[in-house]
Nanobody, 125 residues
Framework: QVQLVESGGGLVQAGDSLRLSCAASGLTFSSYVMGWFRQAPGKEREFVAAIGWNGRNTYYKDSVKDRATINRDNTKNTLYLQMTGLIPDDTAVYYC??????????????????WGQGTQVTVSS
């Protein structure tokens, strides 16, 4: 049974930094593209970043690429998202997702096979 468990969310102030983690189990982690998505109240789920199997290939949403860093530790089966300079528009539930492909990065939620339950990030102004 595949499980993706996000952690690291919380209430922060504008300008702060945050690192989210996603612990994966039940899958061969290094065989998967991993992604981060987020969903704000009343909005559709949107892509944030994705990373290939060995961490060398990354792909970011344009509006966050200067403030976000995605990386992974295949020895720990864990995905990370570091965000700096947080703004209120970053407020959302953040989800990690896994796609059974090694380097086919995509921003389309429908192309991911497994999802976590999400972690809330709230940025106050």
């Amino acid at each position: 049974q595949v499980q993706l468990v996000e952690s690291g969310g919380g209430l922060v102030q504008a300008g702060d930094s945050l690192r989210l983690s996603c612990a994966a189990s039940g899958l061969t982690f290094s065989s998967y593209v991993m992604g981060w998505f987020r969903q704000a109240p009343g909005k559709e789920r949107e892509f944030v970043a994705a990373i290939g199997w060995n961490g060398r290939n990354t792909y970011y949403k344009d509006s966050v690429k200067d403030r976000a860093t995605i990386n992974r530790d295949n020895t720990k089966n864990t995905l990370y998202l570091q965000m700096t300079g947080l703004i209120p528009d970053d407020t959302a539930v953040y989800y990690c997702a896994a796609r059974e492909a090694r380097n086919a990065l995509t921003s389309r939620p429908a192309e991911y096979d497994y999802w976590g339950q999400g972690t809330q990030v709230t940025v106050s102004s």
